[in-house]
């Protein structure tokens, strides 16, 4: 009942405030020496629950950038990614800077926003893989999907079909990509320079010692967006009903009805998978969960760093994952190299069968991998990332005129 309300409130509060566009924005700014645009949400602006509950990391992350902007002396206008082009007409050409998403579909905007402030210097936020590789790694996870069930009536959501890329990347001159060497590598082919920007994690999630040992090795969380397919969930409850002596917890919205349906049966008799629904990050909930489970597993076909499995991280889950979540594993982690059910089977039991002094090992190492996904490293990398930029482009030279 607390989430319909929260989801309704949520609804509510941004149909009243909501804005399209922001202008402006000097919270933090001592003395201005440019002006700045930011493509990418408005709603933490007009709405800072948003970003307290942390529903979702990006809402603080624009926070950030504008922040950041304003520290190094720009005024920053923040444009939503719903805007429309009544609006876009509006835009004027007097920016120094152009940060803007377009790796999506909820970035379709940026090419027509970038060649408006031609001035500017144009950022693309990737904050996804490759447009062309995110597709085709979607693509063969319902190739796979529908060989095991072939007449399953589920829609293909997910596809990146609204942005039009060459015209995307015939507008920027640099890259700022969140991720690590494989979502980087899939934008080398476009020859723009481009900057490691590390995710971001909610920084109120407490690491507990005594949770650690009281950990199942049995258990298994995913923790997930919508994108059922895309991130590997149906492999997951069709692997883990056939392996009763371990437990799936399931953590993602329900909103994807054909598959809800599809698996009905499965999640109605398999008594060893529960499906949890949406949980806010640090939580009572999600706490509960996170001193349950050893293990955070996300079979995905394509992700840029998975910020949902380094947030487990945070309370020392270790990760299990596929090569496309783009983590960088070390020794603590575990690859998942083949994602067909049997070799899922087989992986899984044998991970939860480690000795426990292993496990206790890999936990406290993947705890001190997640320091590199804090909100301060964020922070870091981005300033640093615009610094640079600013040298290079030597704007840098604008603060000499003040």
């Known amino acids: 009942m607390k989430k319909k309300f929260y989801g309704l409130y949520k609804r509510v509060v941004l149909k009243f405030l909501k804005k399209k566009i922001i202008r402006n924005y000097h919270k933090y700014c001592r003395e201005r020496v440019g002006y700045a645009l930011m493509y990418y949400v408005t709603d933490p602006f007009v709405f800072k ?211 809800n349906l599809f698996y009905k049966d499965v999640l109605s008799s398999a008594k060893n998978i529960h499906w949890i629904g949406f949980v806010l990050v640090g939580g009572k909930t999600f706490n509960w969960l996170t001193s349950q489970c050893g293990y955070v597993i996300l079979p995905s076909c394509t992700e840029s760093g998975a910020s949902s499995v380094v947030t487990c991280m945070r309370k020392s889950l270790i990760p299990v994952v596929t090569y496309e979540t783009d983590l960088d594993l070390d020794d603590f982690g575990y690859l998942i190299k083949n994602i067909s059910i049997e070799a899922l089977k087989f992986q899984l039991r044998k991970i939860s069968r480690i000795p426990r002094e292993e496990f206790i090992r890999r936990s406290i190492k993947s705890y001190f991998a997640s320091f590199n996904y804090t909100q301060a490293k964020f922070s870091e990398s981005f300033e640093k990332a615009l610094i640079d930029v600013l040298l290079k482009r030597k704007l840098i030279f604008l603060y000499e005129k003040k």
């Not at 950038?65 to 002396?73: D, E, F, P, Q, Y």
Request: proline letters at 3%.
């Open 49 to 259: 629950k948003l970003v307290e509950d942390y529903t979702h990391g990006f809402y603080w992350e624009t926070l950030e950038i504008a922040r950041i902007l304003n520290k190094l002396g720009f005024w920053v206008d923040i444009i939503d990614r719903s805007i429309g082009s009544r609006e876009i007409e509006t835009i004027e050409d007097k920016y120094d800077i152009f940060i803007g998403i377009g790796a999506g579909n909820s970035g379709r905007h940026y090419p027509e926003i970038a060649k408006r402030v031609k001035r500017a210097i144009k950022i693309l936020y990737a904050t996804s893989q490759e447009l062309n590789v995110f597709n085709k790694a979607l693509k063969k996870r319902y190739e796979y999907f529908f060989r095991r069930h072939p007449d399953a009536k589920l829609p293909y959501i997910g596809f990146k079909t609204q942005v039009n890329m060459s015209q995307v990347i015939q507008n920027t001159d640099f890259i700022f990509c969140t991720g690590n060497k494989y979502t980087i590598k899939t934008y080398h082919k476009y020859g723009k320079p481009i900057y490691k920007i590390f995710v971001s994690t909610f920084p109120k999630i407490n690491f507990s010692l005594k949770e650690l040992y009281n950990r199942s090795q049995n258990k298994f969380l995913y923790f997930g967006g919508n994108r059922n397919i895309l991130k590997g969930l149906d492999l997951l409850i069709e692997v883990f009903a056939e392996l009763p002596d371990l437990e799936l917890y399931i953590c993602t919205p329900a909103k994807e009805k054909e598959f």
